[in-house]
């Protein structure tokens, strides 16, 4: 709330919590950096071509990619959640306000 003019206006601001985000660039850092690391150094060593090598890293590189995928899915609808409930707020409050 501010005063402007000898009259009281509401403004929303929308901000996302460091530590959150921080937090949630650490996981997805640690996961895509675990997936590739995984991928070279596997594919450096000396049976690398036979199938069962090439079968695992396949495994391990979809299921990074699941890991990222689903990561990217909570965190869009979490945010799209927190969103709606502060704009609900923001509605209630100025609605009370006025």
Sequence with gaps: MQEHDGTMRLHCV???PWSSAL???LWFAVVSIGTLAFVVRFLAGDDAFSLGSLLLVLGVTGVGLL???FGLVTVSLAYRLEDQRLMEVYRELRAALT
Aim: aromatic share 0%; hydrophobic share 80%.
């Design 67 to 69: 890991v990222l995928v």
């Design 14 to 16: 929308k901000l996302m």
């Design 23 to 25: 937090l949630t660039l």
